[in-house]
């Protein structure tokens, strides 16, 4: 927490200026929005700013990430980089690690990321850290809003009480408020523009300034009753997720007892109009959401001594997928006499999920370490990913697979567009998707 200053000014803080359309002729006099954070919710959010008029302060503590905004090397949806190419010499954005810029904006997003360790613990470090940064630069008048998944009461420990030691009241002297991010990387059915908003403020009077800067980018904006209603509604979301996913990859591993096609039998499941949501087995889940977010759940009732067993196994399943498919790697060489050590095994495809060249929490490499660390000769293949570090050694990916010989082929993502027709020929190909129907003498996990 950042060190108690003297007390400011009070002010109204309801005469704060909010984001509005561009007047013709006016940019003098738009308002600003600082964005903290500009990874895969902080730069679309910014840039759905930019294109309402507003200006834009983006900042971020990474200098290589600035630089590769400004060349316009990132992974964006298509509307996303022609926006960032729209916009690269606006005056009206501006990128930045000085956190002092803070003090010129009239509302401030919160989007850095809020991962777990390798024992499933939440790392605060990055949201503390921006939060206190926001705490030590805010003026009166100003909106700040947190975006970031975590625990129920973040907003009120990290901002709220911080805030009130410095003398700025939320509500009075500031407004306060809580909206959970809905950026779906690489999904261009659903974007800031498609997608409802949920906030929850520490009054009413924040709940509604948040909502009005919502609505700019989004179609609908719901309101909860209070900051920690809408944190926990973005946990719920995600632990849903979680529990359903790892129900999906128990149902695949049942199908394959019994011969059946598991994806046959969902996508039958999925005619009924109502009372069932398709979910579908993978070889894991990746990212910074489904197998993250739910253990902020689990971590605070931990403390609270409540159980939540249900979650907790959900979680527990997830988290040991890729050893799993490890686990059928091992078992199908097998069944030809070979053993896992000194095979050449590929795995196709590494980014945690189809169209995005994102690694975070990738199951893939879980899966590549295990399988090294058996003593397997592994490489992998990436339209999107040239490059991965495991062991602390990097590995590039292989531009032809198709002209080497693998004693096995693990499908762990399969980006649009790729063309896996030479899996026709190869014959020992471990489908961890489910998903290469035209593929019959693939084995699943």
């Known amino acids: 927490m950042p060190t108690p200053q003297p007390a400011l000014a009070a002010t109204d803080a309801s005469t704060a200026l909010l984001p509005r359309p561009r007047s013709s002729g006016d940019r003098a006099e738009q308002p600003t929005v600082a964005v903290i954070g500009l990874g895969y919710v902080g730069l679309p959010s910014a840039l759905a700013l930019l294109a309402t008029g507003c200006r834009v302060i983006g900042i971020d503590v990474s200098t290589e990430r600035l630089a590769a905004i400004r060349r316009q090397d990132v992974d964006l949806l298509p509307s996303d980089l022609t926006r960032l190419a729209e916009h690269s010499e606006d005056p009206l954005f501006t990128l930045t690690t000085d956190a002092a810029a803070l003090a010129g904006a009239d509302s401030v997003i919160v989007c850095v990321p809020t991962p777990v360790d390798s024992y499933l613990v939440p790392d605060l470090g990055a949201l503390a850290g921006a939060c206190a940064t926001v705490v030590e630069h805010a003026v009166p008048g100003q909106l700040l809003m947190l975006t970031s998944t975590t625990y129920v009461g973040t907003t009120r420990d990290l901002l709220v009480e911080p805030l009130a030691a410095r003398g700025l009241v939320a509500g009075t002297d500031v ?18 523009d498609t997608t409802p908003r949920v906030v929850g403020g520490v009054t009413e009077r924040c709940t509604e300034l948040a909502a009005e800067l919502l609505a700019l980018t989004a179609p609908s904006v719901h309101r909860v009753g209070s900051p920690e209603a809408a944190e926990m509604s973005k946990l719920f979301e995600n632990t849903f997720r979680a529990v359903n996913i790892a129900l999906a990859n128990e149902f695949a591993d049942n199908c394959r007892a019994l011969g059946l096609d598991p994806m046959e039998i969902i996508d039958a499941a999925a005619t009924k109009p109502y009372g069932f949501m398709p979910f ?40 040991s997928r890729p050893r799993q498919v490890v686990n059928r790697v091992r078992e199908l060489l097998a069944d030809r006499g070979q053993p896992l050590a000194g095979a050449r095994v590929l795995v196709s495809g590494v980014a945690y999920k189809p169209g995005v060249a994102d690694l975070r929490e990738s199951p893939a490499l879980e899966i590549i370490e295990e399988l090294l660390d058996l003593g397997a000769e592994v490489s992998f293949s990436d339209p999107l990913v040239a490059r991965a570090r495991i062991h602390g050694t990097v590995l590039e990916s292989v531009a032809d697979p198709a002209a080497e010989k ?23 190909v471990l489908d961890a998707t489910y998903r290469l129907a035209d593929l019959p003498s693939k084995a699943v996990v």
Request: aromatic fraction near 8%; charge should be negative; include cysteine.
């Open 280 to 319: 579908y087995p993978g070889p894991g889940v990746g990212g910074h959401c489904i197998p993250c977010d739910p253990h902020y759940l689990l971590w605070q009732l931990r403390k609270l001594r409540v159980s939540s067993p249900l979650v907790d196994t959900a979680m527990t399943a997830i988290a």
């Open 406 to 428: 693998w004693d096995l082929v693990v499908v762990h993502t399969v980006h649009p567009g790729a063309d896996l027709g030479w899996l026709a020929e190869h014959g020992k």
């Open 175 to 192: 407004h306060v408020a809580f909206s959970p991010e809905r950026i779906d990387p690489g999904n261009s059915r659903h974007t800031q």
